[in-house]
């Protein structure tokens, strides 16, 4: 019997380019959803035919609800090698198998300076005004010499960041909950004794946390207010780390200078959304981990896993 894969918002629709799916062709057919499903019910209509489905990242969760709606599953990929929005352990005990594929932490980190130079340097309104026939040279940039990058998060993003704010000739400060002035010496920053003192000190703060139940609206309107009001804040890790509508509100009054934000509570972001319409904000649509080099991995290694999946002997599984 043939088998039946869903690979699901393929936005750019390039999955059946990143690899080479006909190793699987005599035994699976494959087919690629460009276009994210405005409900759960439509995804249950569409899917629920299929035993394999392949995910990209968060974009559509999969939650008990979803997944009781289809009986046929059998194997479930998400890229990566952690997905909050899937749970696991209903799928287990429906017999489902989940697996994951590796990723790398470059894109990310490079995204994260481009938000950070393109507040700075004032990139977008120095090119719009060029490209309108504007004023030549209408700001002054910020430096970034001399300044203090804040991170909170010092795990494998965090610690290249900090080489990189070096590298910039920044100070480097960091703090997370479980942080230490050994490990924060180490990664070459400074250790903050308090999430006060980094986000009163810094003239960037960078997020790069795991959304938890600790980490959830750690940034409010409390700490937005302590904040510099000459200070950026950058998230590329996950939207709900900061209260998204204190983020609007501070941006609104002016209670920083701006942010870099590439992770949001919805996705894709409603045109109507506040987001859409707020000063000082430069949002790029979640393409921290959107590259060549990760779709790739992401796309082979979800080949790698139906492959495995077939001949009885799974990879890159997935536990609670």
């Not at 929005?85 to 994260?112: H, N, R």
């Not at 998060?153 to 965090?158: N, V």
Request: hydrophobic share 40%; with cysteine; glycine share 6%.
């Amino acid at each position: 019997m043939r088998l039946r894969c869903a690979i699901l918002d393929d936005y750019q629709n390039i999955a059946l380019n990143m690899a080479d799916w006909t190793k699987i062709s005599d035994r699976v057919d494959v087919k690629s959803f460009p276009t994210h499903f405005a409900s759960e019910a439509e995804a249950a209509a569409e899917l629920g035919d299929y035993e394999i489905i392949i995910l990209m990242r968060e974009r559509t969760p999969f939650r008990a609800s979803l997944l009781s709606q289809l009986p046929k599953l059998k194997l479930l990929i998400t890229t990566g090698m952690r997905n909050a929005s899937i749970d696991i352990k209903y799928a287990e005990g429906m017999g489902i198998t989940v697996c994951g594929t590796a990723s790398s932490s470059a894109p990310p980190t490079e995204l994260t300076w481009a938000l950070i130079l393109g507040l700075t340097k004032n990139l977008i309104a120095e090119n719009q005004s060029f490209q309108s026939g504007g004023p030549w040279q209408s700001t002054v940039c910020s430096d970034l010499s001399g300044k203090t990058l804040g991170l909170l998060g010092l795990g494998k993003i965090g610690t290249t960041m900090a080489q990189i704010g070096r590298a910039f000739g920044m100070n480097v400060l960091a703090w997370s909950q479980n942080l230490t002035p050994e490990r924060a010496e180490a990664a070459g920053a400074q250790f903050a004794a308090t999430k006060e003192q980094l986000l009163s000190q810094s003239d960037i703060v960078s997020i790069h946390l795991i959304l938890s139940e600790r980490t959830q609206h750690l940034i409010g309107e409390t700490e937005l207010k302590s904040m510099k009001k000459t200070a950026y804040l950058i998230n590329t890790s996950r939207a709900s780390i900061v209260d998204q509508d204190m983020l609007v509100k501070a941006l609104h009054n002016h209670w920083i200078a701006g942010a870099g934000v590439d992770v949001f509570d919805v996705e894709p972001l409603p045109d109507s959304h506040p987001l859409r319409s707020t000063p000082n904000l430069l949002a790029t649509p979640h393409l921290g981990y959107v590259s060549q080099n990760n779709y790739q991995t992401y796309y082979q290694h979800a080949l790698e896993n139906i492959l495995a999946f077939l001949e009885g002997s799974p990879v890159r599984k997935l536990s609670v």
